[in-house]
C-alpha cells in the first residue's frame, strides 16, 4: 500500500512520508487474524494506521454480549483519541485478518520538524470520526426501530444526494451499529418494504 493513498498523508512526497515517520519514530508490525492488540483499560502512548487487513473495534457490555462498535479499513485510524486524550480504552481491537499495522507514538507529533499538514490531516480526520458519533447518537436516541433504521438511511440518501443508494455495511454490522438484533432488524426492513416506505436488495436501498 503507498502511504500517500491515507488521508493522512494526503498531499507529502514518499521522500517527505519517509522523513516524517523517521521523525515520529513510527515502526510497522505484522499480525495474525483474531490477535488482539488492545484490551479495555489498557493506557497507550501511539495510535496505529492499518496498511493491510481489517479490524474490528468491540465493545463487552455487562452480560458479556459483543458489540462491534467500528470496523477499521486499509489507510484508516484507530485509537488515535485515546492516545491524545490520555483515556484507557473502552474497546477491545482485534484483527479480523492477517493485518499490518503503521504504528505512530504521540510523543514527537507536536515536535517543530513534523510537518504541519500532517497535524491538519489528523485533525480533520479526527472531526469526522466525531460527527459519525454524533451521528450514530442521533440514531440510537430514537425510540422506535423504525425510526432509528429511517434515521440512518436517510443519513446516506443525503450523502448521495439520492433515494436510491449503496451503505457499506452487512446486515449484521448495521445491526450492530443500531444497536439492534439481526433478525429484528430484518423483520422491520421488511416491514417498512410492505408499507412502501423504503426497498432494498442486500445492502442496496431505495427510499420512497
Request: glycine share 2%; with cysteine.
Amino acid at each position: 500500500m503507498n502511504l500517500n493513498e491515507c488521508l493522512l498523508f494526503k498531499d507529502l512526497s514518499v521522500q517527505q512520508i519517509t522523513t516524517l515517520l523517521h521523525d515520529l519514530h513510527a515502526y510497522e508490525r505484522s499480525y495474525s487474524k483474531n490477535h488482539i492488540l488492545a484490551h479495555p483499560l489498557d493506557h497507550t502512548d501511539k495510535f496505529g494506521v492499518v496498511l493491510k487487513g481489517k479490524l474490528h473495534l468491540i465493545r463487552t457490555d455487562h452480560n458479556g454480549n459483543q458489540i462491534l462498535l467500528s470496523e477499521i479499513n486499509e489507510n484508516e485510524l484507530f485509537m488515535e483519541t485515546f492516545a491524545l486524550a490520555h483515556e484507557p480504552l473502552h474497546v477491545s481491537v482485534i484483527t479480523q485478518s492477517e493485518c499490518k499495522i503503521l504504528w505512530i507514538p504521540i510523543r514527537h507529533l507536536f515536535s517543530n520538524q513534523i510537518d504541519k499538514s500532517f497535524l491538519i490531516h489528523l485533525t480533520n480526520i479526527m472531526a469526522q470520526k466525531n460527527l459519525f458519533l454524533s451521528q450514530r447518537v442521533n440514531h440510537l436516541s430514537k425510540r422506535k426501530a423504525e425510526e432509528k433504521i429511517l434515521s440512518f438511511l436517510h443519513d446516506y440518501q443525503l450523502k448521495n444526494q439520492s433515494s436510491s443508494f449503496t451503505i457499506p455495511f452487512t446486515r449484521q454490522q448495521m445491526a450492530d451499529y443500531l444497536g439492534m438484533d439481526r433478525s429484528a432488524l430484518s423483520f422491520v426492513l421488511t416491514k417498512l418494504k410492505k408499507k412502501k416506505i423504503l426497498d432494498f436488495h442486500k445492502n442496496h436501498f431505495i427510499l420512497y
